[in-house]
């Protein structure tokens, strides 16, 4: 199982991007991919996860209302579409994706098996 995570860069506060996260394969119908961010000198956080099976989400407080995820099931693809970005939410980001998952369990980053290598995102003041 594989995951190409792209999509970042570098933008200014108040600007908007697009992460992408492509799954190659399901472990199982139950798929959940989540996404996370670490930040110089911080532990990893969550951001948002998505499964893939129902399109239930969950979020992270600090992100709500200015982040999307979203899926195409047919691709194994998710989305995390950012908004009214601020210069704390410069991080690398990191998909993660699992098939075991139960929701309350989404958030930690420990449970998942599979990670991407990271995309990172700037916001510059």
């Known amino acids: 199982v594989q995951l190409q995570a792209s999509g970042g860069g570098p933008v200014q506060t108040g600007g908007s991007l697009r992460l992408s996260c492509a799954l190659s394969?399901?472990?199982?119908?139950?798929?959940?991919m989540g996404w996370f961010r670490q930040a110089p000198g911080k532990e990893r956080e969550f951001v948002a996860a998505?499964?893939?099976?129902?399109?239930?989400?969950d979020y992270a407080d600090s992100v709500k209302g200015r982040f999307t995820i979203s899926r195409d099931t047919a691709k194994n693809t998710v989305y995390l579409q950012m908004s009214s970005l601020k210069p704390e939410d410069t991080a690398v980001y990191y998909c993660?994706?699992?098939?075991?998952?139960?929701?309350?369990?989404?958030?930690?980053?420990?449970?998942?098996?599979?990670w991407g290598q990271g995309t990172l995102v700037t916001v510059s003041s």
């Open positions: 998505i499964s893939l099976s129902d399109g239930n989400k």
């Open positions: 993660a994706a699992d098939g075991t998952l139960i929701r309350s369990s989404w958030s930690n980053a420990a449970q998942y098996d599979y």
């Open positions: 394969e399901r472990t199982s119908w139950r798929t959940v």
